[in-house]
């Protein structure tokens, strides 16, 4: 009787992520995800491949896009819900192909679309705008908002569009910082206030500027677009004779500043 309930706590408390890879004998398979709160890949687990088999367990949870990387160069992503995942597929030089795969509603309706549906803005239109009960479209929501511009009232009736169980989501708390941010910088809107020191170490404040145009440059040493339109930036608000002002922002020395806009 203890050996059942055990197996049954296990069940409901576990997913199963298996499968077999035609032309990958043996390796090593690792699972990995993003971490929303950094932007960086967060490396999960890892278990071999024997005869080119694989499996791993992980605990219940809910919709989240996870990604398993085969022999450190091929990857395949899908969404881990509450339900087993088992896939098959095949690898011929160096290229995944998935055969079949059985898995939860969130990982089947991601598979009706390509790539790059979710991040162009036509296709990401259609997705929320069909599938507002799926965690899915929130995902989707989640990049389109970085990508495009859209407007307060559009991210409003997107976000008051979504089911119950999509704004349960992971990704659906991340939008939501996004969202404020987006609203705290549209136009018409007071630009949020900052002090940061100049080149000669003298406190600067934003509210100094007050009445004239601002153009705010946020740069970085290491990007190389940047230091090539920063010279291009200062030429010309010398020749706009005092019209408006250029503040120019280093990102890795004020990355809270850069969050905020």
């Not at 009445?211 to 010309?236: H, I, M, N, T």
Request: negative net charge; contains cysteine; charged residues 20%.
């Amino acid at each position: 009787l203890i050996s059942l309930i055990f197996l049954i706590s296990c069940s409901l408390t576990e997913v199963k992520i298996s499968g077999t890879v035609e032309g990958l004998q043996d390796g090593t398979i690792t699972l990995a995800r993003l971490d929303l709160a950094n932007n960086t890949t967060e490396f999960i687990d890892s278990t071999p491949i024997i005869n080119g088999r694989f499996s791993f367990h992980r605990p219940q949870q809910v919709p989240y896009l996870y990604s398993i990387i085969f022999n450190d160069s091929t990857k395949f992503s899908f969404f881990l819900e509450d339900e087993d995942i088992n896939l098959k597929a095949q690898i011929q030089d160096e290229q995944f192909q998935l055969l079949e795969i059985a898995s939860g509603p969130e990982d089947q309706l991601f598979r009706q679309y390509e790539i790059d549906s979710i991040f162009e803005r036509s296709s990401g239109q259609s997705i929320m705008g069909d599938h507002p009960q799926s965690v899915f479209a929130v995902f989707t929501a989640y990049y389109q908002f970085q990508l495009h511009n859209y407007s307060v009232g559009e991210m409003d009736e997107l976000l008051e569009s979504f089911s119950e169980k999509a704004t349960r989501s992971v990704y659906y708390r991340a939008i939501l910082p996004l969202y404020q941010k987006i609203k705290n910088t549209a136009i018409g809107q007071l630009a949020p206030t900052f002090s940061a020191p100049d080149t000669a170490g003298h406190n600067r404040h934003l509210e100094n500027f007050r009445g004239k145009y601002v153009l705010l440059d946020f740069w970085a040493s290491w990007c190389g677009p940047c230091r090539v339109l920063g010279p291009v930036l200062e030429d010309l608000e010398k020749e706009s004779d005092g019209k408006w002002k250029l503040v120019k922002i280093d990102t890795e020395a004020h990355q809270d500043l850069a969050a905020a806009y």
